[in-house]
Nanobody, 128 residues
Framework: QVQLVESGGGLVQPGGSLRLSCAAS????????IGWFRQAPGKEREGVSC????????YYADSVKGRFTISRDNAKNTVYLQMNSLIPEDTAVYYC?????????????????????WGQGTQVTVSS
């Protein structure tokens, strides 16, 4: 059974940091592109950052460039999203998603291509 489980969310003050984890079970992440997406209340889901399976190429939404870093540890079958300099606008439910065949990481992140497997999400709240 293919499963993605996010963890690491929580409440953090503006300027703080969090590291989200996306752990896979039932399949090997090595061969899958992984994306992090978020959805704030009343807003559409948006892509945050994506990483390819092959060459490790990455894509970041403009709103998080320079603050967020995506990485993967294939030995642990886990992908991470390091989030620094958090701002209230980063408050959302964060989801990870995976797919074995994507056109490009950009296509995955701008959601012109929807990945096939999704986690249940983890809440991130940035507030003082």
């Amino acid at each position: 059974q293919v499963q993605l489980v996010e963890s690491g969310g929580g409440l953090v003050q503006p300027g703080g940091s969090l590291r989200l984890s996306c752990a896979a079970s039932g399949f090997t992440l090595d061969y899958y592109a992984i994306g992090w997406f978020r959805q704030a209340p009343g807003k559409e889901r948006e892509g945050v950052s994506c990483i390819s399976s092959s060459d490790g190429s990455t894509y970041y939404a403009d709103s998080v460039k320079g603050r967020f870093t995506i990485s993967r540890d294939n030995a642990k079958n886990t992908v991470y999203l390091q989030m620094n300099s958090l701002i209230p606008e980063d408050t959302a439910v964060y989801y990870c998603a995976a797919d074995g065949e994507i056109p490009t990481v950009q296509a995955m992140c701008i959601m012109s291509f929807l990945p096939g497997s999704w986690g249940q999400g983890t809440q991130v709240t940035v507030s003082s």
